[in-house]
């Protein structure tokens, strides 16, 4: 099946820096991609949505400009946090789509990220 | 809109009895659903899906989930529940390349 990499597991970083993301497919390619973000006993919240070669679609209320995202190649997009903050810490989640036919249809996630700002 | 829910946050189970976790949906058309697990600080693991079919699906680690079009339900299932099973589960919902996830619910089973 499909499998998809996605580094760091975890990351602490101090107020006001930036922390990249990255999640890459290892045995196919992946034309959209998705980030999601978790906060603690929710669910999964769609952030981005991004396809090879074009500019992300941020969900309403994501801010384009704090969450950079760059979906470079078939195999490997990221997500970058500009200057990040306390409130910024959260679990974070990478997913791409792959339809090939029903039985091959869904997402394949990654790992996760947990970013902790102090 | 379509939307997903799972109307227990918690469900509590003793060891090597049955479990089930509930799923409701509304979507327009024919839904395609999907279960998946997470475990603490882990990814996301899916179980299994509905797209087409027989209406029983079968999946991973011994769950499977029936789809019940009258009810709009899709609830997972486990005839014997172990202590490892315990971990957080996401009904899901998909129409196009969009996935709507439902609140979650958390499995816990007692040993």
């Known amino acids: 099946g499909a499998v998809v990499s996605q580094h760091p597991s975890w990351v602490i970083c101090k107020s006001g820096t930036s922390v990249k993301i990255e999640c890459r497919s290892l045995?196919?390619?992946?034309?959209?991609m998705f980030w999601y973000r978790q906060f603690p006993k929710q669910s999964l919240m769609l952030m981005a949505t991004?396809?090879?070669?074009?500019?992300?679609?941020?969900e309403q209320g994501v801010e384009k400009d704090k969450f950079l995202i760059n979906h470079a190649s078939l195999t490997l997009s990221t997500l970058t946090v500009t200057s990040a903050h306390p409130e910024d810490s959260s679990f974070y989640i990478c997913?791409?789509?792959?339809?090939?036919?029903?039985?091959?249809?869904?997402?394949?996630f990654g790992s996760g990220t947990r970013l902790t700002v102090v | 809109a379509q939307s997903v829910a799972q109307p227990e946050d918690q469900v509590n189970v003793a060891e090597g009895n049955p479990l089930t976790v509930k799923c409701t949906y509304s979507?327009?058309?024919?839904?395609?659903l999907f279960w998946y697990v997470q475990y603490p600080n882990r990814g996301l693991q899916f179980l299994l899906k509905?797209?087409?079919?027989?209406?029983l699906v079968k999946g991973s680690y011994g769950f499977e989930a029936e789809f019940n079009k009258s009810q709009t339900s899709f609830h997972l299932k486990k005839p014997s529940a172990l202590v490892s099973d315990s971990a957080l589960y996401f009904c899901?919902?998909?129409?196009?390349?969009?996935?709507?996830f439902g609140p979650g619910t958390r499995l816990s089973v007692l040993p």
């Open positions: 997913g791409f789509f792959e339809e090939f036919g029903t039985r091959n249809y869904g997402y394949t």
């Open positions: 045995d196919f390619q992946a034309t959209t």
């Open positions: 991004s396809n090879e070669g074009s500019k992300a679609t941020y």
């Open positions: 979507v327009s058309g024919n839904p395609y």
């Open positions: 509905y797209i087409t079919g027989d209406n």
């Open positions: 899901a919902v998909s129409y196009g390349q969009n996935f709507v």
